[in-house]
């Protein structure tokens, strides 16, 4: 885990980090002229708290190509969430451009698949309910929603749970609900806020194979914010390192370790030479 750092300081350029073999995707012959699934130029926002500005995010680039996992690290409180919300259509930027997939999409609420920082699981809906929730807003019949989730309870490790409710589960089961959640909305893209906050270290790496496992098969686009390095270099292709508030992008590393990624790659020289300069990056921000 990292620790909780603050500063002011913040860098205008984000430094790119590439490891030998370099073969990062974006050069790679099958993604020239692909449109970005999200791209995100010169972003900011400006929070209006008790009549007073407060400036989160400035300045921030950020995209993702279609298929791709990118992580997003940064200290608390410099937007992280809040440039999540954005992309997903909760809330709107101050400045800067945010295009899904080639365009503005001002109406993008509901079109991206979003697993919030909080679950979100209602008391009252038991883990079927809750995980059919998405698939009713969007006018799926409960029956039909059902017979969706069903298939897929096994595989989330939630087989025989369908009728429990949230206070029953443990903080890993419920993650698991609330991305299922997620993932019955059938969207392209997904953002994942902090999705493992709540586990141990044994469960998380359980939990990070398994989500390698399940993101090959779907073929989607993944953008997680995570505290936790090592689970962003594990599963990217991309980590963006944020200064803290305003926050702005430190420093991109591409990800260039080998796939499938196995738990025995974290001793590797290529993921330790990874961890050192994002730790590095991230104690920069930390100040002397
Ligand atoms: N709706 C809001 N109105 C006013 N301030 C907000 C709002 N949402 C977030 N903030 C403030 O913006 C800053 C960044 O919040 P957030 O994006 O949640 O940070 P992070 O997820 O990186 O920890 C915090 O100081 C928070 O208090
Ligand atoms: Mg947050």
Same mark, same amino acid.
């Given at each position: 885990m990292?620790p ?14 590439s490891?030998? %073999?370099?073969?990062?995707?974006a !050069?790679?012959?099958?993604? %020239?002229?692909?449109v970005r699934?999200?791209? #995100?130029v010169?972003?900011?926002k ?5 009549g007073?500005e407060?400036a #989160?995010?400035?300045n921030?680039?950020? %995209?993702?190509?279609?298929? @791709? ?6 200290p ?12 997903a ?6 400045e800067?451009s ?8 001002s109406?993008?609420?509901?079109? #991206? ?8 699981l209602l008391?009252? $809906? ?9 698939? @009713? ?16 309870m ?7 749970f ?5 206070s !029953?589960?443990?903080?890993?089961? $419920? ?5 299922? $959640? ?5 969207q ?15 469960? $998380? ?7 390698l ?8 686009t993944?953008?997680?914010v995570t505290?936790d ?6 599963l990217?292709? +991309?980590?963006y390192?944020?200064?803290? +508030?305003?926050?702005t992008?430190?420093?991109? !590393?591409?990800?260039?370790l080998?796939r499938?990624?196995?738990l025995?790659? #974290? ?22």
């Amino acid at each position: 885990m990292l620790p909780e750092y603050s500063t002011d300081e913040m860098g205008n350029e984000a430094m790119a980090v590439s490891q030998q %073999h370099n073969e990062n995707k974006a !050069a790679q012959p099958e993604s %020239h002229g692909t449109v970005r699934t999200i791209d #995100v130029v010169g972003l900011g926002k400006v929070f209006d708290q008790n009549g007073q500005e407060l400036a #989160v995010m400035q300045n921030v680039d950020f %995209h993702a190509e279609e298929g @791709e996992f990118v992580s997003i690290i940064g200290p608390s409180g410099c937007g992280k969430s809040t440039l999540l919300n954005i992309i997903a259509g909760l809330d709107d930027q101050s400045e800067g451009s945010l295009k899904l997939r080639g365009e503005e999409a001002s109406d993008r609420l509901g079109t #991206v698949g979003y697993m919030q920082q909080k679950d979100l699981l209602l008391p009252w $809906r038991s883990v079927m309910d809750n995980a059919i929730l998405g698939l @009713e807003l969007q006018g799926v019949s409960k029956n039909e929603a059902r017979a969706r989730a069903s298939v897929l309870m096994e595989q989330f490790g939630l087989d025989g749970f369908e009728s429990e409710y949230p206070s !029953a589960l443990s903080g890993g089961m $419920r993650q698991r609900v609330a991305f299922l $959640r997620t993932v019955l909305a059938d969207q392209q893209m997904f953002l994942l806020d902090e999705p493992f906050g709540a586990l141990d270290a044994l469960n $998380r790496s359980q939990i990070h194979e398994w989500l390698l496992g399940l993101w090959e098969r779907l073929n989607k686009t993944i953008v997680m914010v995570t505290h936790d390095v090592d689970e962003a270099i594990f599963l990217s292709d +991309r980590v963006y390192v944020m200064s803290a +508030r305003p926050g702005t992008m430190r420093l991109v !590393a591409n990800i260039d370790l080998p796939r499938p990624r196995f738990l025995e790659m #974290v001793t590797s020289e290529g993921f330790v030479g990874l961890k050192t300069e994002l730790l590095s990056a991230i104690r920069q921000e930390s100040g002397p």
